[in-house]
């Protein structure tokens, strides 16, 4: 025999499950249509959603195909070798302090060597790519033509140096990514900050960086900065600096890339007695480069 309370719980039981069943076959478009909202609005939000394995996780699928690309096998643990090799001719417009000297042609080349994945094996997640590598660089003044009104005769510039490279975005050299550097530059120039035909001797430590990005498989934008840090020279009495500003585009096929650019070298003086002065070369650079 049943109490009163367990008869109370069964008859609640029973009317339940009779009125829930009469709500569904009365209105089962409705509950589909309810459950399917719900659905559609979970999916949309994991789509959403940011999480770090699933991010890993697309990171490894990424170093599996970077590998399957240069031929190795997904525990790969050598490095892959990145050579570039430039040629680079300007034409330019020199002056001081405002005051217009000429004109001049440079041109020399450039050397960077880089190892990619250096210190990454094919098996392990990473969420930042860095290569490390090295440059070299020369060039050289070819002619110098002065201005008409000025009594300068020469504005000859010779460069030589290299350094550390860091690339702390981007996949390769022929990758939109960012490269930072830091090394030595020495200097040999004539007519630099005065109008003398003797050689002076400048050299120090360089900063810079190269930004890389492409619009199309073949054709892209690039910028570059470089500066050498202030420097106590006693010839010239007094320090001076060095900057290099280089922006443009480039069209790439396979592994050749031609480059025009606009540039401005700005060279400045700051001596002990007199007033600064600060020599400006601006123009255009044509380049070609290949890429290993």
Do not use: C
């Amino acid at each position: 025999m049943l109490n009163n309370f367990q008869r109370v719980l069964v008859s609640a039981v029973v009317f339940s499950v009779l009125f829930t069943g009469s709500l569904s076959s009365a209105a089962p478009d409705s509950g589909k249509g309810s459950d399917s909202g719900v659905a559609e609005t979970q999916k949309k939000r994991s789509a959403e959603r940011f999480d770090i394995i699933s991010y890993l996780r697309n990171q490894e699928a990424t170093i599996r195909g970077q590998n399957s690309k240069y031929g190795g096998s997904g525990s790969h643990s050598s490095f892959f070798a990145d050579i570039v090799l430039k040629y680079e001719q300007d034409t330019s417009d020199n002056s001081r302090d405002s005051v217009k000297l000429g004109t001049g042609t440079m041109s020399g080349g450039r050397a960077q060597f880089l190892m990619d994945d250096l210190f990454v094996k094919g098996d392990k997640k990473r969420s930042m790519n860095v290569d490390i590598g090295f440059e070299g660089f020369y060039h050289k003044t070819r002619s110098f033509v002065p201005h008409e009104l000025a009594t300068q005769t020469n504005h000859n510039v010779t460069d030589l140096g290299g350094g550390l490279l860091i690339r702390p975005m981007g996949k390769s050299s022929q990758d939109s990514g960012l490269l930072v550097k830091v090394g030595y530059m020495d200097i040999v120039a004539t007519g630099l900050f005065a109008n003398t035909t003797t050689d002076i001797n400048l050299y120090g430590t360089y900063l810079g960086t190269e930004a890389t990005l492409y619009l199309a498989p073949f054709l892209g934008l690039k910028a570059e900065y470089l500066a050498v840090l202030e420097n106590e020279n006693k010839s010239l009495g007094g320090k001076w600096k060095y900057s290099n500003f280089t922006y443009g585009g480039f069209l790439e096929i396979y592994l050749i890339r031609l480059e025009l650019d606009l540039f401005t070298r700005e060279w400045a003086l700051a001596t002990d007695t007199g007033t600064p002065v600060k020599d400006v070369i601006t123009g255009t650079m044509l380049s070609a480069g290949m890429y290993f």
